[in-house]
């Protein structure tokens, strides 16, 4: 058997020895978010330290584990902390949590993260649903031998963020008053922040929004069909459009600032998503 395949079967393995837990929804918590773990009841908590060949964040403020629980009655398994391509790890032990998620049985992902606004319509501190993405600056994670198990070869990628879940997010905003934007985000791999020059040009190629995550996990999820939606909140406005350098305090100010907003929307996504 492929050697990754292996890995992940034997993570899963570890898993299941500890729960027969099967969610029904994943979570991943992007930078600030973190303290949502709390709302999860009934939770069981696996660090992923504790899982044999796992990737372990070196991120302050990315506390690393599995959280196995219910979040308004839907099973949910939510990740506190996710590793990045940046941190040097290849691409595709960074989307190995999003295929062991999938593996214990979720069918729907919600991806969170913290993003650079592209888009000058934005201001620091908005919300935006992904519709798109670019992932044209960072190797795919499907690079490699394919994982039949998984998926096929060459997965399309004509909508990797659900219709029917990104609509159920519009309606979760607009029931709790949120304003939500909505856009193309693209993957820098980082960790450098990009320059005025390269965000210039994400704007010409049609990016309203720039971070370091999110899309290798979703073309990972789509790969094994499933569903998936996501959230940037929009820490900061991209390198050069605004006359101050920018800095990782920034990031961490806007989405402690934003949390309790972001908090209630994807409180509220994963109730609607039940029946979406
Ligand atoms: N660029 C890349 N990643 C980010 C940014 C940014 O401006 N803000 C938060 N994450």
Not at 174 to 181: F, K, M, P, T, Y
């Amino acid at each position: 058997m492929n050697q990754m395949m292996e890995k992940l079967n034997r993570c899963v393995e570890v898993i299941r020895e500890k729960t027969s837990f099967q969610p029904e929804a994943a979570l991943v918590l992007g930078s600030g978010l973190g303290g949502f773990g709390e709302m999860v009841e009934d939770a069981l908590r696996i660090p992923y330290a504790s899982i044999p060949g796992f990737p372990v964040s070196t991120v302050p403020g990315h506390a690393g584990q599995f959280i196995l629980g219910y979040v308004r009655g839907v099973p949910v398994i939510v990740m506190q902390g996710r590793v990045h391509y940046y941190e040097g790890y290849p691409m595709e032990d960074v989307v190995m949590p999003i295929r062991i998620m999938g593996m214990l049985g979720a069918k729907k992902l919600i991806l969170t993260n913290a993003a650079g606004g592209v888009n000058t319509a934005f201001t620091p501190g908005d919300l935006m649903l992904l519709e798109d993405h670019i992932s044209a600056f960072v190797p795919s994670p499907l690079r490699g031998e394919n994982l039949d198990a998984l998926g096929t070869r060459f997965p399309d990628m004509s909508c990797v963020y659900d219709r029917h879940l990104r609509q159920a997010a519009e309606q979760a905003a607009e029931s709790r008053g949120i304003a939500l934007q909505k856009g193309v985000y693209l993957q820098w791999p980082g960790p450098n922040y990009e320059s005025p020059a390269e965000i210039r040009m994400f704007r010409t190629l049609g990016a309203d929004a720039v971070g370091m995550s999110t899309v290798c996990e979703a073309i990972a999820a789509r790969h094994m069909g499933l569903r998936v939606c996501a959230v940037s909140c929009i820490t900061n406005m991209a390198c050069g459009i605004l006359p101050q350098p920018l800095s990782h305090e920034e990031v961490q100010e806007t989405a402690s600032r934003v949390r309790e907003k972001f908090e209630s929307l994807i409180l509220e996504m994963i109730g609607r998503f039940a029946d979406a």
